[in-house]
């Protein structure tokens, strides 16, 4: 394992900061470091937008994808390095994570020639942005019990039902979704995928306030929504065979971040700042031995990191790697986020513009049970370790084979 840049690899890095320090301002380390997007921001999505154009000109877009539909053709770590190098300066938060790592990707592999000329360029240079519609009320872990429904009229598909958590929703043009087409089939097969124009007639987005006040995703009510056919993506019935792949994407995206939010530098700051029982916090053994604590969990997710970006480096395909750091990672966020209010003291309550201290405590706290859950739980990343990882049982299945329509369900089928 070899966790230093090769000599390419600190080659290419050197030219990402060059070109960085000339068309981006380093970010200021004390900053917040968590974003909030919502309906309201309509200012950063135009600057995240203007970035994005500005990068797709310059020739550092979707640096992974084939040149044909957009790309650079540049290896996965020449991606990693930009990632690594472009989070170091002040720019946009991006709105493209789900569009350019899960559903481009899900339209090379399974989209006609026609659908990826339409959509693929366009997703790259940013002005369309992309959302997942997945999830339902019923249906979220078990993403195969969906219950929207796509029926054929004609040469169009009618669309009726109701998703959630769809991020972005509010502010995107496209959405790929996922739909029940046959409610005979089993479970698993009679699934079918669509490209959708978010601004079709009959389409309701509701933006979900979340504890952080921002409003990251939605809920989004689909009635007689017509979609053509030449938007549905791969075969009629084969739509888990195509979610998978945004899926198989979306677990490898989300893994590699290592969680986001404050880092123990702050922590020490924080305690350095705040006095116990007449002396700086940070001379509190509890509490030197509790960031002592984190120090260790933070290293172990970064060498864990490392190991997956070391064998990308090589060319292999990373194993569990992505699962087991967001597991770790959310919750130890999670964790740092109540130990940094609990250093503010009574402060530590106050949030936002009441805020009297380092608010990136409060929104860490906040941001983390969504993380817990966004692409795979906490259980779901378990079960994944201990069957696929461990080699331990399977859970009993108790769905597999029957018809959809004959499953058991609190709602209608
Ligand atoms: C920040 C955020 C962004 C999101 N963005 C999107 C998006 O853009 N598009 C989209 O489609 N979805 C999105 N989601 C939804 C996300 O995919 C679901 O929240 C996730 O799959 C869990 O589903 P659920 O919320 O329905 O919980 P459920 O599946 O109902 O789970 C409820 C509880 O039961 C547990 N559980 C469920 N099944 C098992 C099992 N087999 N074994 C043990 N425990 C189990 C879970 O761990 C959880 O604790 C987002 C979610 C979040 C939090």
């Known amino acids: 394992m ?53 990068k797709t000109k310059e020739g550092w877009a979707c640096l992974r994808w084939p040149k044909e539909f957009g790309g650079q053709d540049a290896t996965t770590m020449e991606s990693v390095i930009f990632g690594q ?37 366009s997703m790259v240079k940013g002005d369309e942005v992309w959302c997942q519609l997945f999830s339902e009320p019923d249906a979220g872990s078990d993403l195969a019990g969906l219950k929207t429904s796509a029926v054929k009229e004609g040469d169009d598909w009618v669309i009726n039902g109701q998703k959630i958590w769809t991020t972005g929703a ?48 939605n809920e989004v009510f689909f ?42 530098k702050d922590l ?23 960031i002592a604590d984190f120090a260790v969990r ?30 770790v990672a959310a919750i130890m966020g999670l964790e740092m986020g109540a130990f940094g209010m609990e250093l503010q003291g009574a402060a530590g309550v106050l949030s936002g513009d009441d805020s009297l201290g380092d608010p990136t405590w409060q929104q860490t706290y906040m941001a983390m049970p969504g993380l817990r859950l966004a692409g795979g739980t906490d259980e779901i990343l378990r079960n994944i370790i201990s069957e696929r990882v461990l080699g331990m049982p399977g859970e009993p299945r108790i769905d597999k084979g029957k018809p959809f329509k004959d499953i058991p369900s609190g709602t209608a089928r």
């Open 268 to 290: 020490i700051k924080q305690a350095q700042d705040v006095e116990i029982n007449g002396r700086p916090g940070i001379e509190d053994g509890g509490v030197r031995r509790k």
């Open 85 to 121: 190098e472009e989070g170091r300066y002040d720019i946009p938060p991006s709105i493209y994570g789900i569009g350019h790592g899960m559903l481009g990707p899900t339209i090379m592999a399974h989209g006609t020639d026609e659908q990826k000329e339409r959509f693929l360029p």
């Open 298 to 327: 933070r290293s172990g997710l970064k060498y864990t990191g490392q190991r997956g970006l070391s064998a990308l480096s090589q060319g292999q395909t990373p194993g569990p790697e992505a699962s087991i750091g967001k597991l």
């Open 2 to 54: 070899d966790f230093n840049d090769s000599p390419e690899e600190a080659t290419y890095r050197a030219k990402v900061r060059t070109w960085l320090d000339a068309n981006a301002t380093l970010r200021d380390p004390d900053a917040s470091k968590i974003n909030m997007l919502d309906e309201a921001e309509g200012d950063l999505i135009a600057k995240a937008k203007a970035w994005q154009a500005h």
């Open 170 to 217: 509010q502010f995107c043009k496209w959405g790929m979704l996922v739909a029940r087409t046959d409610t005979n089939a089993a479970k698993h097969a009679g699934l079918t995928y669509f490209i959708v124009d978010m601004e079709d007639p009959g389409i309701d987005i509701r933006p979900i306030k979340q504890m952080n006040g921002a409003s990251g995703f």
């Open 223 to 264: 009635t007689d929504v017509r979609t053509p056919d030449t938007n549905r993506l791969g075969a009629v019935g084969d739509g888990w065979r195509v979610a998978i792949t945004t899926l198989m994407n979306e677990r490898s995206s989300i893994g590699s971040g290592g969680g986001g939010g404050a880092g123990i």
